[in-house]
């Protein structure tokens, strides 16, 4: 057995899915400002991704970084055709549902909301978790991403012919699992070098 | 978008210019494209001073077993077994990855009301001897990579503490951690493609949309 331990060693300030604004501090430390180089400015993509803790420890590999920032917007912005933005962040909220994710939960939560209206079916995500019965395209669309976030993949033929019967084009079904895809990416980057923490009452 | 180049994904999944894969990648072309920079970027990267070609390379091989994806398994292992030290190394890595096989997520949360769904299950270890071959450093990397893999809602301060401990800086943790979970990522787009294409084309008349009620077609319209 390694050192590895199960808890933190601190007491954990968020303890449940939510879609209220949450911060988010990493555990190691993030470039400054001043160490910014043109090959980190060119890793953040966007210069106010320099106020993120969450980016600027991410710049510290930055070719990395711009690769998966621009593969993030193209996924998850692109308005041409595929899914609709809301079911897009519908699944990146079930993958961050089912791995355990509460930060993404909550920013893809909250996007999911905003983009579709439906914030009571959303928070039924965050509270019963991905069994809640959403109706059927979003139940679909949910057992997909589960599926997908498995690990071995459990995804298979009924995921996609569920997929179809709820209407589902194969270019949305790629942006579906594209979508969950990309967070189990953040998931274990954002569980894995920081944690969430409530934003302090003002 | 004429010079139909490939990349890492269509070579595994053998994906030809003008298939239905391919059509349905394109759509999405910036991604595309981006994926397989960030592939290059891990895998031929500008700068190994943080975390060497091989060490990259071992804990890709290791991922991609415990994965238990095949393609992508075989693609990195072979991969390994190229590099200098790498077929020594790569049958280590698999008989740990045999040990270290299992189902996730799995793991534990914060305590409070979300308790009830924690999930117990291993908690890897690379073995004694194993570690003895590979070294403190890549064998602490390998132990956090099957945490990142199967629980990463497990992930600590702590963990990160060992890594330092064992030689790693900042800048290579991050680079170890964007690894595995473009691994993570990379895997569910290769399983989403094949399972798609095995599926065969969809219909274009997918008179299955009629059957939905009222108000998921108000769902479907947004």
């Given at each position: 057995m390694s050192a590895i331990s199960a808890f933190p060693t601190e007491a954990p300030i968020v303890n449940a899915f939510t879609q209220e604004e949450l911060s988010w501090t990493p555990w190691l430390e993030p470039l400054a400002?001043?160490?910014?180089?043109?090959?980190?400015?060119?890793?953040?993509?966007?210069?106010?991704?320099?106020?993120?803790?969450?980016?600027?420890?991410?710049?510290?590999?930055?070719?990395?970084?711009?690769?998966?920032?621009?593969?993030?917007?193209?996924?998850?912005?692109?308005?041409?055709?595929?899914?609709?933005?809301?079911?897009?962040?519908?699944?990146?909220?079930?993958?961050?549902?089912?791995?355990?994710?509460?930060?993404?939960?909550?920013?893809?939560?909250?996007?999911?909301?905003?983009?579709?209206?439906?914030?009571?079916?959303?928070?039924?995500?965050?509270?019963?978790?991905?069994?809640?019965?959403?109706?059927?395209?979003?139940?679909?669309?949910?057992?997909?991403?589960?599926?997908?976030?498995?690990?071995?993949?459990?995804?298979?033929?009924?995921?996609?012919?569920?997929?179809?019967?709820?209407?589902?084009?194969?270019?949305?079904?790629?942006?579906v699992v594209s979508t969950s895809a990309f967070f189990n990416w953040a998931n274990r980057l954002m569980l894995s070098l920081g944690e969430p923490v409530a934003p302090k009452a003002s | 978008m004429t010079a139909h180049s490939t990349d890492l994904i269509d070579?595994?999944?053998?994906?030809?210019?003008?298939?239905?894969?391919?059509?349905?990648?394109?759509?999405?072309?910036?991604?595309?494209?981006?994926?397989?920079?960030?592939?290059?970027?891990?895998?031929?990267?500008?700068?190994?001073?943080?975390?060497?070609?091989?060490?990259?390379?071992?804990?890709?091989?290791?991922?991609?077993?415990?994965?238990?994806?095949?393609?992508?398994?075989?693609?990195?292992?072979?991969?390994?077994?190229?590099?200098?030290?790498?077929?020594?190394?790569?049958?280590?890595?698999?008989?740990?990855?045999?040990?270290?096989?299992?189902?996730?997520?799995?793991?534990v949360y914060p305590a409070g009301p979300l308790s009830a769904e924690n999930k117990i299950g291993l908690h890897f270890a690379v073995s004694s001897d194993a570690r003895k071959f590979l070294g403190e450093r890549l064998a602490t990397a390998l132990d956090h990579a099957h945490l990142l893999v199967f629980r990463p809602r497990d992930s600590s301060r702590a963990a990160l503490e060992g890594l330092i401990k064992a030689g790693w800086s900042t800048e290579g943790i991050v680079t170890l951690s964007q690894l595995v979970a473009y691994l993570a990522f990379q895997l569910r787009l290769v399983e989403g493609l094949i399972v798609l294409a095995s599926a065969g084309i969809q219909p274009v008349n997918n008179n299955a949309v009629t059957s939905i009620n009222p108000v998921l077609s108000a769902s479907s319209n947004l």
């Open positions: 400002e001043s160490e910014l180089t043109d090959r980190h400015r060119a890793g953040l993509v966007d210069a106010s991704r320099a106020k993120s803790p969450y980016f600027m420890l991410l710049a510290h590999d930055p070719e990395v970084l711009e690769a998966r920032t621009r593969a993030d917007k193209d996924i998850f912005y692109n308005p041409v055709g595929g899914l609709p933005r809301a079911e897009r962040e519908l699944s990146a909220t079930a993958t961050s549902r089912h791995n355990g994710c509460i930060f993404c939960a909550s920013v893809h939560s909250r996007f999911a909301s905003s983009h579709s209206k439906r914030h009571e079916d959303v928070q039924r995500l965050l509270d019963e978790g991905t069994g809640a019965d959403l109706g059927e395209r979003w139940n679909a669309v949910t057992a997909a991403a589960v599926a997908l976030s498995d690990t071995p993949v459990s995804f298979d033929e009924a995921e996609i012919a569920r997929l179809r019967a709820a209407g589902l084009s194969d270019f949305e079904i790629v942006d | 070579q595994v999944l053998s994906i030809t210019p003008g298939s239905h894969l391919d059509k349905l990648r394109r759509h999405r072309e910036v991604a595309r494209e981006n994926i397989q920079k960030a592939y290059l970027a891990l895998f031929a990267p500008v700068d190994t001073t943080s975390v060497s070609l091989v060490e990259r390379f071992a804990i890709a091989s290791f991922v991609s077993a415990l994965q238990a994806q095949p393609v992508l398994a075989d693609h990195y292992a072979s991969s390994l077994a190229r590099l200098d030290g790498g077929p020594g190394i790569s049958a280590v890595i698999n008989a740990e990855a045999e040990r270290g096989a299992t189902a996730g997520p799995y793991g």
